[in-house]
């Protein structure tokens, strides 16, 4: 008899990571973090204030001592009851006893004082594909020696020899015998040329059959002739066309496509040819040519701009204001950029560099269509690729991207267009566009290459924030490697006992002392208590002793009760939502002070809620909120250091806290999951918390977030 094929719950499947001496070890499939107590790979364990069994989830549990916990409870809660009226007096009398006890638990709060938080202790250990600095390996220069760019012979495959061009390489000159295609760059430079801008699908259609072949060289030539005898008409000898100035092999197109920004830099004016229309103002057409990716950059790094509808239309001159009113469906979101390229209103670099960015990434291409996620895109693998004359990059909308920067990078058609970005990034190192997209919180984190950042749920733009670490690389799966990262370790497993100083005083000194000596008095009494002749001595202390039997607990009650001036750093994670005061009660016992030692945060997260009186502060209504989310994933984090408390929601309890940059007056923390078999962080969610708690936090190793 044959069973079924059953495949192991998650849990029980097994999988191999290394560990912090790069030694193998194998462990069950599930969420795992690194001790930073022992240094070891273990299953995490989450308290959660509603646990599901049989699952990774337990108890909420502390280490606060028990004895003056107890005898802070028996003051802070009066008997309301019959029942507790009754009962009260017994709890009082087993609280005194067990203060005899007093010296086996101690005073809480009193262990020993670190001013850091529970270091991260991991590195990134792999290989990079692409790397900042050039003395370290590349997978990617590694693949591209291997298999270099096609190009013609004897031309140098540099960056600036492929990315950048004064001229263009080809140019349709009008000579003495008519019409030719000049590749003398002693030639070209004497012309003035005017660059065509076009849809394809505008102009002519592709043809898959003899007949629809036939057909589209027709439009071709057509197009062509069209061209040349506006050029004539314009006052001008020269052009710059892509179906005759780009070379026809692969070899030419690798120093052709990629130089494009450059050559309609170099042009007189750009001209626009738009396919006829029934509509009076051709809006149709505008439209169709404005959502292409490459029509983007031949517009805004034009000199000037001209049009004409169909191929006898006139020509007709067109502002920038004006052509974005008509061809571009985001116009308002494009704005600033069009007054910056207009010289109306400048934008500083980084918000410049931005704007155009979203503007591209909007568009659809050949490579890839219209709001495209950039996950699609299968990472790269070593084999060499086969190159052919329709090759589509990934990367395109990078490669169109790139013409406004000054520093550009090889395109390659082995990259992901995230790889790509952060190679740009890289070179474009003033910008750090990469690094400040880490400390964004999307409204959809990519679950691969989670760096990735279009958009940011505080409402922040790339330039407000501030980065503090450093981009060293990019991995082969799209992860970004980082350095400089301060980083903690969130604990999950329960409230660890934690030290704290309260306010100094004499009378919470003496209160606190007192009971400690309340078995020292009950054995000096016993001794003297056999000797007839000082049976009185013995009375007298158990007569003291009985005293402090009695008041031990309302003095170790008040002993404790001072206020928090200082806590050790700790990062704490519950999952569900709990309120300050059961959060204080776990790390610092119970207090007969009604002063809150926990507070919540008034910006820190997206459940946050601030005051609007005269004291910025968090509102206590975003804990009702909080408990109002129908969703599991609801997460509370208490940071000791600031004495705050957070409430976030994440797809995974985050493990380690990274501090990226600031913005807005506060630190921006990435809160990431491990992955240890991919040796990757994973971004959960990102906090704004005090910037001054990244002081007590251990700078890490190298760290990839992906």
């Known amino acids: 008899?044959?069973?079924?094929?059953?495949?192991?719950?998650?849990?029980?499947?097994?999988?191999?990571?290394?560990?912090?001496?790069?030694?193998?070890?194998?462990?069950?499939?599930?969420?795992?973090?690194?001790?930073?107590?022992?240094?070891?790979?273990?299953?995490?364990?989450?308290?959660?204030?509603?646990?599901?069994?049989?699952?990774?989830?337990?108890?909420?549990?502390?280490?606060?001592?028990?004895?003056?916990?107890?005898?802070?409870?028996?003051?802070?809660?009066?008997?309301?009851?019959?029942?507790?009226?009754?009962?009260?007096?017994?709890?009082?009398?087993?609280?005194?006893?067990?203060?005899?006890?007093?010296?086996?638990?101690?005073?809480?709060?009193?262990?020993?004082?670190?001013?850091?938080?529970?270091?991260?202790?991991?590195?990134?250990?792999?290989?990079?594909?692409?790397?900042?600095?050039?003395?370290?390996?590349?997978?990617?220069?590694?693949?591209?020696?291997?298999?270099p760019m096609p190009t013609p012979a004897n031309f140098p495959i540099t960056v600036k020899g492929v990315t950048h061009a004064l001229h263009p390489r080809r140019l349709a000159i009008h000579g003495e015998s008519g019409w030719y295609l000049c590749e003398d760059p002693d030639v070209i430079i004497n012309y003035r040329y005017v660059a065509i801008s076009y849809r394809q699908s505008d102009v002519f259609q592709r043809g898959f059959d003899d007949e629809g072949k036939k057909k589209e060289e027709e439009q071709r030539k057509q197009f062509i002739e069209s061209v040349r005898s506006t050029t004539l008409q314009c006052g001008l000898q020269a052009y710059w066309l892509d179906l005759e100035c780009l070379g026809e092999t692969i070899e030419e197109k690798n120093i052709d496509l990629y130089r494009m920004a450059d050559v309609y830099r170099g042009a007189i004016f750009t001209l626009i040819t738009l396919r006829k229309s029934d509509d009076q103002h051709s809006i149709e057409s505008w439209k169709s040519w404005g959502g292409r990716v490459w029509t983007f950059p031949e517009a805004f790094l034009s000199r000037e701009l001209r049009y004409r509808v169909g191929l006898d239309g006139p020509v007709t001159?067109?502002?920038?204001?004006?052509?974005?009113?008509?061809?571009?469906?985001?116009?308002?979101?494009?704005?600033?950029?069009?007054?910056?390229?207009?010289?109306?209103?400048?934008?500083?670099?980084?918000?410049?560099?931005?704007?155009?960015?979203?503007?591209?990434?909007?568009?659809?291409?050949?490579?890839?269509?219209?709001?495209?996620?950039?996950?699609?895109?299968?990472?790269?693998?070593?084999?060499?690729?086969?190159?052919?004359a329709n090759v589509s990059y990934p990367a395109e909308r990078v490669y169109a991207l790139m013409g406004f920067f000054e520093h550009r990078i090889m395109p390659n058609v082995l990259e992901t267009e995230l790889q790509a970005l952060a190679r740009l990034s890289m070179v474009n190192d003033s910008d750090r566009i990469a690094e400040r997209m880490v400390s964004m919180l999307p409204q959809e984190i990519q679950p691969h290459a989670c760096w990735y950042a279009d958009d940011d749920q505080y409402g922040s733009q790339l330039w407000d924030i501030e980065p503090v670490v450093n981009v060293a690389g990019v991995t082969e799966s799209g992860a970004l490697v980082l350095d400089g990262c301060r980083a903690a370790t969130i604990r999950w497993e329960n409230f660890p006992e934690i030290s704290f100083q309260t306010t100094e005083s004499i009378r919470r000194t003496v209160a606190g002392k007192i009971p400690v000596t309340l078995p020292?008095?009950?054995?000096?009494?016993?001794?003297?208590?056999?000797?007839?002749?000082?049976?009185?001595?013995?009375?007298?202390?158990?007569?003291?002793?009985?005293?402090?039997?009695?008041?031990?607990?309302?003095?170790?009650?008040?002993?404790?009760?001072?206020?928090?001036?200082?806590?050790?750093?700790?990062?704490?994670?519950?999952?569900?939502?709990?309120?300050?005061?059961?959060?204080?009660?776990?790390?610092?016992?119970?207090?007969?002070?009604?002063?809150?030692?926990?507070?919540f945060t008034p910006s820190g997260?997206?459940?946050?809620?601030?005051?609007?009186?005269?004291?910025?502060?968090?509102?206590?209504?975003?804990?009702?909120?909080?408990?109002?989310?129908?969703?599991?994933?609801?997460?509370?984090?208490?940071?000791?250091?600031?004495?705050?408390?957070?409430?976030?929601?994440?797809?995974?309890?985050?493990?380690?806290?990274?501090?990226?940059?600031?913005?807005?007056?506060?630190?921006?923390?990435?809160?990431?999951?491990?992955?240890?078999?991919?040796?990757e962080l994973h971004k959960e969610t990102v906090l704004r918390m005090p910037s001054y708690i990244h002081d007590a936090m251990s700078v890490c190793d190298w760290v990839a977030i992906g």
């Open 317 to 388: 001159p067109i502002t920038l204001h004006e052509l974005a009113n008509k061809a571009y469906e985001y116009y308002s979101e494009e704005t600033a950029i069009v007054n910056a390229y207009g010289g109306k209103d400048r934008l500083d670099r980084l918000e410049h560099l931005t704007r155009l960015k979203a503007a591209i990434w909007r568009r659809g291409s050949a490579a890839l269509p219209k709001a495209l996620d950039l996950e699609k895109q299968p990472p790269p693998n070593e084999q060499q690729p086969q190159h052919t």
């Open 520 to 599: 020292g008095w009950v054995l000096y009494a016993a001794t003297w208590m056999p000797i007839t002749s000082t049976v009185s001595v013995g009375t007298a202390f158990f007569a003291c002793a009985a005293f402090l039997l009695i008041a031990g607990p309302f003095l170790t009650a008040y002993s404790i009760s001072g206020r928090i001036l200082a806590t050790q750093p700790w990062l704490i994670g519950v999952k569900g939502v709990m309120s300050p005061e059961e959060a204080a009660d776990r790390i610092y016992g119970a207090s007969l002070s009604k002063r809150q030692r926990l507070f």
């Open 1 to 147: 008899m044959l069973l079924p094929f059953a495949s192991p719950r998650p849990e029980e499947r097994r999988t191999t990571c290394r560990d912090l001496s790069l030694e193998w070890q194998s462990h069950k499939d599930n969420q795992r973090f690194l001790d930073p107590e022992t240094g070891i790979c273990t299953r995490l364990r989450i308290q959660a204030t509603h646990p599901v069994p049989n699952t990774n989830q337990v108890k909420i549990t502390d280490a606060v001592r028990r004895v003056p916990k107890l005898t802070v409870l028996l003051f802070r809660a009066p008997p309301s009851t019959i029942g507790q009226v009754l009962l009260w007096p017994l709890k009082f009398i087993l609280c005194s006893i067990v203060l005899l006890f007093w010296p086996l638990d101690g005073l809480p709060g009193g262990e020993s004082y670190t001013d850091a938080y529970p270091a991260y202790l991991m590195s990134y250990w792999g290989q990079l594909w692409a790397a900042r600095s050039h003395r370290e390996y590349s997978v990617f220069d590694n693949l591209v020696q291997k298999s």
């Open 605 to 679: 997260s997206l459940l946050a809620k601030p005051a609007e009186d005269d004291i910025r502060r968090g509102l206590e209504s975003q804990y009702d909120e909080a408990l109002k989310q129908t969703r599991n994933d609801v997460y509370t984090l208490i940071d000791t250091r600031s004495g705050s408390i957070f409430y976030f929601t994440a797809k995974r309890p985050p493990t380690v806290c990274l501090f990226t940059g600031r913005e807005g007056g506060l630190g921006r923390f990435v809160l990431c999951s491990e992955n240890c078999v991919a040796n």
